[in-house]
């Protein structure tokens, strides 16, 4: 009986274990899925405002003007998103604290050369040619590196996605071990029950032949009377007779 406590014991904490571990990688999940959101808005804003940089570049007098303030507008709802993925990111457990926050310093310098790059375009106040070499040196270099980033950015999302896939499969796992732990408790609940019903069972068992040895027992005492008192007419009935040999041989 104490062992089979003791096991059952056993398996409670672990599932209580195995359950408090389910709930926490559901939590880890919701959560990578709520950065994931703000990571996909900044993304196309970013792609977004890139290409409205390019296009500001080619144009003068009130529509480049009208062109920098949509920009500027984008740049600060960008910071606000970076601002709510860094907010994310740090509310997360270490190991997928760690992974976030390296991808938010890539956004953050990517969209430090959008600043640039509307800077840039705020000052350009000098000649055509200054602004064909603009165009034709740092716009490029910086174009190009903000394109080799959002490579960079594309597969540290595509390795994040797949975190997600292995923690979605982890949380399947434990689901699936949760359930076959609930199976076996019941399993080890019913084995109980039969136990106690053969241990009953055979307590009703050795009241029988207790009951059994007993009356053996006093048949056996019986048996021994009998012989004695059949002994003893016996012996009496042999008395007797040798009296009566006795007797009629004197006569």
């Given amino acids: 009986m104490v062992n089979r406590g003791g096991l059952r014991l056993r398996i409670g904490i672990s599932c209580s274990s195995e359950g408090f571990v389910a709930h926490l990688v559901i939590a880890i999940a919701t959560m990578s899925e709520v950065f994931e959101g703000y990571e996909r808005q900044y993304c196309e804003l970013s792609s977004n405002l890139s290409r409205k940089c390019t296009s500001a570049a080619h144009l003068d007098g009130e529509q480049k003007k009208q062109k920098i303030s949509e920009i500027k507008s984008g740049i600060d709802d960008a910071e606000a998103l970076i601002r709510k993925m860094d907010l994310e990111a740090r509310s997360l457990q270490p190991s997928v604290k760690g992974v976030l926050l390296a991808k938010l310093r890539e956004y953050k310098s990517d969209l430090n050369n ?14 055509q040619v200054a602004r064909e070499e603009l165009l034709e040196s740092g716009m490029k270099d910086t174009l190009m590196a903000s394109a080799d980033q959002r490579a960079r950015l594309l597969m540290s999302t595509d390795r994040l996605n797949q975190s997600s896939g292995r923690i979605k499969e982890s949380r399947k796992t434990m689901l699936e071990t949760e359930e076959l732990g609930v199976s076996i408790l019941q ?7 039969s136990l106690l019903h053969a241990n009953n069972t055979l307590h009703g068992v050795d009241d029988n032949i207790g009951k059994s040895k007993k009356i053996l027992t006093t048949m056996s005492r019986r048996m021994s009377r009998n012989k004695w008192i059949v002994g003893t007419i016996i012996g009496v009935l042999i008395f007797a007779i040798i009296l ?6 004197k006569h």
């Fill in 187 to 193: 399993d080890l609940h019913l084995q109980r029950q």
């Fill in 244 to 249: 009566i040999l006795v007797f009629k041989l």
């Fill in 114 to 127: 959008l600043k640039s790059e509307v800077k840039n375009l705020t000052s350009a106040n000098a000649n």
